[in-house]
C-alpha cells in the first residue's frame, strides 16, 4: 500500500523558519520526482516545489523562491521542506504528492493527508 | 488569481448531469494534458481524471474529461451525494515552470 506521511507542522512566529518532512512507502521513491503543494484554509490548491527523482533538479513558484528549499533523501524515502522567513501568506495545509510521468502526461497520483503550518504571533 | 479558471460553485439534483470549465492559456492547457481532482471535505485530494480523458481504476465511468484547445472540462453524469466535493484542474505551464491549478470548483448536489 503506497503511503505519504507528512510531518513537522505547527504553528510559528513571523519570521520564523520550520521543516517539513515527507515519508514515503509502497513505491519506489528513488525513481519519483516528488512535489509538495499546499492550500490556505478555505482556499484552492497552490503548487509549492518539485525535486527530481536524484535531487539533482528543484523548482519552485515564485511565492515561495528564496524563502523554501526542497530536498530528499533516497536512502531515507523521505522529502522535505525548509520555510524560512514565513509570513502569514504562508499558512496552509501543506501535501507531498508524488508525479507520475509517462511518455508525455504526467499527473500527482498519490498524496499525504497534508501537515497544516500556522503562521502567527 | 489562479493561473487556470473554473467557475467557483456548480450544482445539480441526482440523476442528472453536470459539467465543470477549466480555461488556460497556451502555455498550460494549450500545451500540455490537464488532469483533475476531487476532494472530499476535510481529505487530499484524489486523482479523478488523467491526460485530458483517462480515469484511474477505481473512478466510476460516470466521470469523464475532455480537452480543446486552451479549455477543458469534467464532465459528471448520474450526479449522487457522494459526489458533493472540491474539483480542481491541473496542467503543467511551460512558462511558470511550474504546475498551476485551477482555483477549484464547489459542486453542490440538491
Known amino acids: 500500500e503506497v503511503q505519504l506521511v507528512e510531518s513537522g507542522g505547527g504553528l510559528v512566529q513571523p519570521g520564523g523558519s520550520l521543516r517539513l518532512s515527507c515519508t514515503a512507502s509502497g513505491f519506489t521513491f528513488s525513481n519519483s520526482w516528488m512535489h509538495w503543494v499546499r492550500q490556505a484554509p478555505g482556499k484552492g490548491l497552490v503548487w509549492v516545489s518539485r525535486i527530481s527523482n536524484d535531487g539533482s533538479k528543484t523548482d519552485y513558484a515564485d511565492s515561495v523562491k528564496g524563502r523554501f528549499t526542497i530536498s530528499r533523501d533516497n536512502a531515507q524515502n523521505t522529502l522535505y521542506l525548509q520555510m524560512n522567513s514565513l509570513g502569514a501568506e504562508d499558512t496552509a495545509v501543506y501535501y507531498c504528492?508524488?508525479?507520475?510521468?509517462?511518455?508525455?502526461?504526467?499527473?500527482?497520483?498519490?498524496w499525504g493527508q497534508g501537515t497544516l503550518v500556522t503562521v502567527s504571533s | 488569481q489562479s493561473v487556470l479558471t473554473q467557475p467557483p460553485s456548480a450544482s445539480g439534483t441526482p440523476g442528472q448531469r453536470v459539467t465543470i470549465s477549466c480555461s488556460g492559456s497556451s502555455s498550460n492547457i494549450g500545451s500540455n494534458t490537464v488532469n483533475w481532482y476531487q476532494q472530499l471535505p476535510g481529505t487530499a485530494p484524489k486523482l479523478l481524471i488523467y491526460n485530458n480523458n483517462q480515469r484511474p481504476s477505481g473512478v466510476p465511468d460516470r466521470f469523464s474529461g475532455s480537452k480543446s484547445g486552451t479549455s477543458a472540462s469534467l464532465a459528471i453524469s448520474g450526479l449522487q451525494s457522494e459526489d458533493e466535493a472540491d474539483y480542481y484542474c491541473e496542467a503543467w505551464d511551460d512558462s511558470l515552470d511550474g504546475c498551476v491549478f485551477g482555483g477549484g470548483t464547489k459542486l453542490t448536489v440538491l
Open positions: 504528492a508524488r508525479r507520475y510521468t509517462s511518455g508525455s502526461f504526467y499527473y500527482f497520483d498519490y
